[in-house]
């Protein structure tokens, strides 16, 4: 017969709590990527909220530049084109 071969239970104890670790952290990192998801998601969802906000805003008031602060706006002014000779200059 074969006498059955053991690590210590010292060393077995050690090598479960190390693979416990590991297997404890995979999971958190699982559980990080779905909340990863979600946050994406919702930013998103918020970005297209906020696009349809300010295209509202503009309806009512044109161009404006709104200080997010107080709610003070002031006009946005067309900056006259550069002709292409300043621009050959520069």
């Known amino acids: 017969m074969s006498t059955e071969m053991k690590i210590t239970e010292e060393q077995l104890k050690s ?3 190390k693979v416990g ?10 559980g990080i990527e ?4 979600q946050l994406l998601h919702q930013v998103g969802q ?3 909220d906020l696009q349809q906000l300010q295209e509202e805003l503009e309806k009512e008031y044109g161009k404006v ?3 997010i ?3 003070t706006y002031q006009e946005i002014t067309e900056e006259e084109s550069v002709s292409p000779e300043v ?4």
Not at 34 to 37: A, E, G, I, N, Y
Not at 87 to 90: D, G, I, P, R, T
């Open 34 to 37: 779905v909340q990863k998801h």
């Open 69 to 71: 602060q107080d709610g």
């Open 46 to 48: 918020v970005q297209g």
């Open 15 to 17: 090598l479960q709590e």
């Open 65 to 67: 530049s709104i200080n």
């Open 87 to 90: 621009l050959q200059k520069a």
């Open 21 to 30: 670790i590991i297997n404890q952290a995979q999971a958190q990192l699982g």
